[in-house]
């Protein structure tokens, strides 16, 4: 019987390390295709990056989609550091280029499972927990731009004297919306596949 749990337990650690290995390389190759991973808008940047942090956590747990999270706000330093645009200054620090990402998975993970135990529905709950993942990010960038740069935000912009709630808000609403959709829809169909698959 210990035989047996150790064997089972062998199995999962294993597939939790291909789950991690396969989307963070994902992650990693989308953030060198110019326009897939980073896709320049104005002064910032759009991103899918945060679909296979989500999908990571649906499918492993938020441990997983930790992880995978960390990978996707590294790159985004990286990419801050290499390819620069108008607020790239800002993704220096790890606060708002790292934390936000690393805090994606876990709240998917928890917004699906809450939302699988009362619906009893793969997709709904992969739809909803991939838009609630993805405004994580979102909410999460912007949130710590505007506590720790407010007016360093404004300055970058030539938007001196301006509101920067009611800028990032904007954002929100032109970016962080659509992203939020797309990532729903995607996580909603590759969860059914993999947690179909998973049952096999």
Not at 80 to 94: C, H
Not at 146 to 171: M, P
Request: no cysteine.
């Amino acid at each position: 019987m210990i035989n047996t749990r150790t064997s089972v337990q062998k199995r999962l650690n294993v597939r939790k390390m291909a789950v991690i290995g396969v989307l963070s390389a994902i992650s990693v190759m989308m953030s060198m295709i110019p326009f897939i991973g980073y896709i320049p808008i104005g002064p910032i940047k759009a991103t899918i990056m945060h679909i296979p942090v989500i999908i990571g956590a649906i499918v492993e747990g938020p441990v997983v989609g930790a992880i995978i999270g960390l990978i996707f706000g590294l790159t985004s330093l990286w990419n801050a550091i290499t390819q620069p645009v108008t607020l790239s200054p800002l993704f220096l620090n790890p606060l708002v280029s790292v934390l936000p990402r690393i805090l994606i998975g876990v709240v998917a993970y928890y917004v699906y499972q809450g939302v699988y135990k009362i619906s009893k529905r793969v997709y709904a709950s992969g739809f909803i927990a991939g838009i609630i993942g993805s405004l994580t990010n979102t909410a999460g960038v912007l949130g710590m731009i505007y506590i720790l740069y407010a007016d360093k935000y404004l300055g970058l912009i030539e938007q001196q004297g301006a509101n920067a709630a009611k800028l990032l808000f904007g954002i929100v609403l032109t970016s962080g919306i659509p992203e939020a959709l797309v990532a729903g829809l995607i996580v909603s169909a590759v969860s059914v596949a993999l947690i179909r698959k998973g049952k096999k």
